[in-house]
């Protein structure tokens, strides 16, 4: 059985920093590329982060500069590590490979 399992969510002050991570059960994430997603109360999904399966990193105009996306293959984990953060990252965050989710874990941002 597939399972996504994200973690290292929480509650954090404007620029403070988390390390979000993703462990994949029953699948192994160095085959496919791993996609970070995020998604505010009312407001639709949204791509943050991704590495592809050769490890090139790409993200959103929105946290780019702020976060850094990697992988720990002998762990079959990604991470999305976020600095600078600021109220709006306040979202759940999910972990994508192929066409497996994880639950998701919260993020919150205070002013």
């Known amino acids: 059985q597939v399972q996504l399992v994200e973690s290292g969510g929480g509650l954090v002050q404007a620029g403070g920093s988390l390390t979000l991570s993703c462990l994949a059960h029953?699948?192994?994430?160095?085959?496919?590329p791993v996609w970070w997603y995020r998604q505010a109360p009312g407001k639709q999904r949204e791509y943050v982060a991704?590495?592809?399966?050769?490890?090139?990193?790409s993200y959103s105009d929105s946290v780019k500069g702020r976060s850094t996306i990697s992988r720990d293959i002998p762990r079959n984990t990604v991470s999305l590590q976020m600095s600078a953060l600021k109220p709006e990252d306040t979202a759940t965050y999910y972990c994508r490979h192929r066409q497996y989710w994880g639950q998701g874990t919260q993020v919150s941002v205070s002013s």
């Open positions: 029953g699948i192994f994430f160095e085959m496919y």
């Open positions: 991704s590495i592809t399966a050769d490890g090139d990193e």
